[in-house]
């Protein structure tokens, strides 16, 4: 029987003690007048950040609020989610990088928009997400990938009006309004859409699970809002890359162009022709190993 609580917010750990520590930190510093819940998902890391953060934070775990899942094999982003999604008791559902900050007053402005009785059909919500340098990171506000959009951003192409048709640059950073996409790093799902939908796919490992959610969710009716009078810092890359040599685990660089494919496959193979798909596939490939020559000289 679920619990009487507010917002299930889960984190998943791999290797970033520091960073998670931060994340959580700023979660339980946050005033907020909605009960919650945290999930720190260790996904089977190889130093010992998950025993130091039990550490760190036994007080919290000894009195529930903050609920350990340690997997013993890592499964990717995704399943670790999914695990803490089955296994939370609240009615919102926030998706937390774990290399995140939560500003003041983010978790109850957001809760706010999302729990008023006029926006019951609201079932994806996602903050303004800032970056180290202050500037945007323009994954939080996108619109869904096809071709065209992905071909003029990936070989960072211009389009004859200049305007970019993927990431939403031409709307306000601190405006509120539906867009199609939001970005992993922050997204407060309602139960109910969870509920209607399923879970996360987890044959995506690490990227991709979030435009195929928000896919998902659009297509069976529900709104996705971009809040922008709400605001987190990402410090995007930083549980990725070695930050001496900014060198990219290939792993990663893999998994990045495989949820491309996957996307693709998924949703648009049969919305195209066998050119069109075929042209993409190869496009995905020759990015692939563009991208994994260039870290190898990368310093």
Known sequence: MRENLDLSIIIVNYNTFKLTKETIDSCLAEPTHYTYEIFLVDNQS????????????????????????????NDGFAKANNLAIEKSKAEYVLLLNSDTLIKEGTIDKCMDYMTKATNADIGALGCKVSLADGSLDKACKRSFPNPANSFY????????????????????????????????AFMLVRRTTIDDIG????TFFMYGEDIDWCYRIKQAGWRIVYFGEAEIIHYKGASSENQETKKRNPKI??????????????????KYNIFVN???????ALLLVVNLVKNVFRH
């Open 46 to 73: 190889t130093d010992d950040s998950l025993e130091k953060l039990e550490k760190y934070f036994e007080k919290e775990i000894s009195r529930g609020i903050i609920k350990v899942i340690a997997n013993s094999h």
């Open 278 to 284: 075929i042209a993409v596939y190869i496009g995905i």
């Open 199 to 202: 879970l996360l796919d987890d």
């Open 153 to 184: 951003k990936l070989f960072n192409v211009k389009t004859s009006s200049g305007k970019d048709d993927y990431n939403l640059d031409d709307l306000d950073d601190n405006g509120v309004y539906e867009i199609d996409c939001l970005v992993g």
């Open 253 to 270: 660089i893999y998994e990045f162009y495989r949820a491309m494919y996957i996307f693709y496959k998924k949703h648009y193979t049969k």
